[in-house]
Nanobody, 117 residues
Framework: QVQLVESGGGLVQAGGSLRLSCTAS????????MGWDRQAPGQQRDLVAT???????NYADSVKGRFTISRDNAKNTVYLQMNSLKPEDTAVYYC???????????WGQGTQVTVSS
């Protein structure tokens, strides 16, 4: 089992920045695809960004150029640097860890990000 704990959410004004962190425990996730999803009230959960074990990244169009995902395998941690935040970025952000070989997927409990206009 993999446990994921997110931190770094909060309230920020539009145009501001936040950095989310997610630390995994229970397994070495250095070979996993790590990422972030988000879910706004009344909306479906959407993928925000992913990063492979080799460092290849993928972003939702809505966050390209503003968000940066990174990872530190030595710390079993993935980060999401969010810049130029917009009110529409308001959501609960969930860390995810994907074992693509065995098709096992894990999520954290989520951290709230609120962007005021």
């Amino acid at each position: 089992q993999v446990q994921l704990v997110e931190s770094g959410g909060g309230l920020v004004q539009a145009g501001g920045s936040l950095r989310l962190s997610c630390t995994a425990s229970g397994r070495d996730v250095s070979k996993y695809v790590m990422g972030w999803d988000r879910q706004a009230p009344g909306q479906q959960r959407d993928l925000v960004a992913t990063i492979t074990s080799g460092g290849s990244t993928n972003y939702a169009d809505s966050v390209k150029g503003r968000f940066t995902i990174s990872r530190d395998n030595a710390k079993n941690t993935v980060y999401l640097q969010m810049n130029s935040l917009k009110p529409e970025d308001t959501a609960v952000y969930y860390c995810r860890a994907d074992n693509t070989i065995f098709r096992l997927f894990y999520w954290g409990q989520g951290t709230q990000v609120t962007v005021s206009s």
